[in-house]
């Protein structure tokens, strides 16, 4: 079975500083990995995927994600947070040749001015 | 990127009726959509996936009759909560995918409130 886990529920980053929100998954085969940001009361927006090729993938807003495939990890990055990147973050993983997306139970990103 | 609208954005209803939410894709054919449900502080539900023109797929513990969903077109489908009760009240968020594509693009979702 699949599952994905993000293991903080909750983090805070200063305004300024570099941002890592962790995502590990357990998968049977090869994954397509995402990440979606939630602002308050909306609907997910879709940030970045790996599907193959370079381990490192750069997305909107200046985020990006290392694929590690020995580590089963696809944390998300950005170098330098800003408070409007405090927001709920979504990892997902889809198999291949799945329809679906599996979603783990997201993080809470506060960034503190 | 592709944009998925949904309406109503909120909706309050007495209990035992029925609410319809309209999820619509306005820039490209969703051959799948999916539609999730979210509590607070909690991750996505995935309640069903539906291809247009088929009967919609759900996952287990999903009521099929209480939930109907209909993906009549390439660019619109539509969830219905029957005889909705109070514990139907959740955040409801719909996604699609066009074919041949990788990513799922949301909705911005629904709020229903029953009372």
């Known amino acids: 079975a699949q599952s994905v886990a993000q293991p903080e529920d909750q983090v805070n980053v200063a305004e300024g500083n570099p941002l890592t929100v962790k995502c590990t998954y357990s998968v049977s085969g090869n994954p397509y990995l995402f990440w979606y940001v939630q602002y308050p009361n909306r609907g997910l927006q879709f940030l970045l995927k790996?599907?193959?090729?370079?381990?490192l993938v750069k997305g909107s807003y200046g985020f990006e994600a290392e694929f590690n495939k020995s580590q089963t990890s696809f944390h998300l990055k950005k170098p330098s947070a800003l408070v409007s990147d405090s927001a709920l973050y979504f990892c997902a993983v889809r198999l291949t040749g799945a329809n679906n997306l599996f979603f783990g139970t997201g993080t809470r990103l506060t960034v503190i001015p | 990127g592709a944009v998925v609208s949904q309406h109503p954005s909120r909706v309050i209803c007495k209990s035992g009726t029925s609410v319809k939410i309209e999820c619509r894709s306005l820039d490209f054919q969703a051959t799948t959509m999916f539609w999730y449900r979210q509590f607070p502080k909690k991750s996505l539900m995935l309640m069903a996936t539906s291809n247009e023109g088929s009967k919609a797929t759900y996952e287990q513990g999903v009521e099929k009759d209480k939930f109907l969903i209909n993906h009549a077109s390439l660019t619109l489908s539509t969830l219905t909560v029957t005889s909705a009760h109070p514990e139907d009240s959740s955040f409801y968020i719909c996604?699609?995918?066009?074919?041949?594509?990788?990513?799922?693009?949301f909705g911005p979702g629904t709020r229903l409130t029953v009372t």
């Open positions: 790996y599907i193959t090729g370079d381990n």
């Open positions: 996604s699609a995918r066009g074919g041949g594509t990788y990513e799922q693009y």
